[in-house]
């Protein structure tokens, strides 16, 4: 298995407080992915690093933020969280452009 | 990006071959076609990708139509193991975007 830790695995906030999630990688891939998950809407894609310091806004970028500072790791931010934030978050990882991407077991957030 | 049309879920029966569809009619000529399966309460697994031409590995095989517009990921014999839902998606761009269709639930019947 890909070398690939989201933390926490669940959490629990509430409204209106910062929260940040953390993927990390063992495996030296160039890009790493955040991505939500809901009922009905498949898998969306928040922010992605396309290397350190290198990033771009996805599909459902609004209150979301992400930094990378180095290569292992990729943090997702909300800065003030909300009801509709709740979700299951999923990393990902990949090589290259053309290969797969490896994924995460997933962080279920609730905010209450 | 590219916008993708799947059903949302299919049935099959065990040891028979299925056949699952993603139209992709805006999909650019660089913009690779990818395909995930994800099993209950786990991450998406990785199953195959392709450019233009046909592939096949172990656990799949991906048929790209010659306009680009749209393929079929091929199981050869379902297994009830098989049943998951199964995504689409595209690579696009110089950085590596990387996005998702909503997923076709396969069922598999024994």
């Known amino acids: 298995d890909a070398g690939i830790t989201q933390s926490p695995r669940h959490k629990v906030t509430e409204t209106g407080t910062p929260v940040t999630l953390r993927c990390h990688q063992t495996e030296n891939h160039r890009y790493m992915y955040w991505y939500r998950q809901d009922p009905g809407h498949g898998l969306r894609l928040i922010h992605y690093s396309y290397g350190v310091k290198d990033t771009d806004k996805g599909e459902v970028s609004d209150g979301y933020s992400v930094s990378r500072s180095k290569t292992e790791d990729f943090l997702l931010t909300l800065e003030s969280a909300t009801s509709s934030q709740t979700s299951v978050y999923f990393c990902?990882?990949?090589?290259?452009?053309?290969?797969?991407?490896?994924f995460g077991q997933g962080t279920r957030l609730t905010v209450v | 990006d590219a916008k993708t049309t799947q059903p949302n879920s299919m049935e099959s029966n065990e040891e028979e071959p299925v056949h699952l569809p993603c139209n992709h009619s805006t999909i650019s000529g660089t913009d690779y076609i990818h395909w995930y399966r994800q099993l209950p309460s786990q991450g998406p697994e990785y199953v195959i990708h392709?450019?233009?031409s046909n592939v096949n590995n172990r656990m799949a095989s991906l048929a790209i139509a010659e306009d680009r517009k749209s393929s079929t990921l091929i199981l050869h014999r379902a297994t009830l193991r098989d049943a998951a839902v199964y995504y689409c998606a595209f690579n696009t761009g110089a950085n590596s975007k990387l996005t998702f269709g909503k997923g076709i639930t396969l069922s598999v019947r024994p």
């Open positions: 392709g450019l233009t």
């Open positions: 990902a990882i990949s090589e290259s452009r053309p290969k797969g991407a490896f």
